[in-house]
């Protein structure tokens, strides 16, 4: 996103998930010149996912993930309003902690909860970008904060193994492949773009392999855009 981006001062981004994938996303939105940027998460920084937890050092361990998080950004981005949330998101809370912002990130590890704030967001008429891994899969998604939209991405009820991602062996490359996707759609909105709305990238990073599915609205897919005057 080089150089520096100039998306009006009144804009805020709410950020859900401060794991691997928030991890990568803050501090590429912490760049970016926006009011306010609030972060929500009720877990805390574990040894074991510093690997790919790159905001967060040793000395965080144990500390709420959102309080390590704006400590660490807050000393370089004083152009920005920096709020924590040490809650997890759930159907109590969702509206009230999502409302106002102009974009919503959901970086979360459950699809259950991503559901939700699907939801939430169409309710709200938020624009909602949804970035997720699996092992060495990325998928993103962009909800453009339509409430009357009659079918999701997130339909129907998820199986036993859908309800969380396998964060096990995700290696950092992977949540900032993840992140710079998610930024650069969040920066595309904030620019008065559509972040590829309807559409769901999937990357399977270990393959080298990219598929872009057009939204359920639409039903078909390619594996990359398709320029009409293009004879091979």
Wanted: glycine share 10%; aromatic share 4%; charged share 20%.
């Amino acid at each position: 996103m080089g150089g520096t981006q100039h998306l009006g001062a009144h804009t805020s981004i709410a950020i859900v998930g401060a794991g691997g994938t928030g991890c990568a996303l803050i501090p590429l939105l912490g760049a970016l010149q926006v009011e306010a940027i609030t972060v929500i998460d009720g877990d805390t920084v574990e040894a074991k996912n510093l690997a790919r937890q790159l905001l967060y050092a040793r000395a965080d361990v144990g500390r709420p993930k959102v309080q390590a998080a704006l400590d660490r950004m807050r000393p370089t981005t004083d152009h920005i309003t920096w709020v924590g949330h040490h809650h997890f998101l759930d159907a109590a809370n969702c509206v009230k902690l999502l409302s106002g912002h102009t974009v919503v990130a959901d970086c979360t590890d459950d699809l259950a909860v991503r559901a939700l704030i699907e939801r939430t967001c169409r309710a709200l008429r938020i624009p909602l970008v949804s970035g997720a891994v699996h092992g060495h899969q990325v998928q993103v998604i962009t909800c453009a904060g339509v409430d009357h939209a009659r079918r999701t991405f997130f339909q129907g009820r998820p199986s036993e193994d859908q309800l969380g991602c396998d964060m096990r062996d995700v290696p950092a490359a992977v949540t900032m492949l993840t992140g710079s996707l998610m930024a650069l759609r969040i920066t595309d909105l904030l620019n008065g773009g559509d972040g590829l709305a309807g559409v769901m990238d999937l990357v399977d990073s270990a393959r080298g392999r990219w598929m872009r599915i057009m939204g359920p609205e639409v039903g078909e897919f390619m594996d990359t855009p398709i320029d009409p005057a293009h004879h091979a």
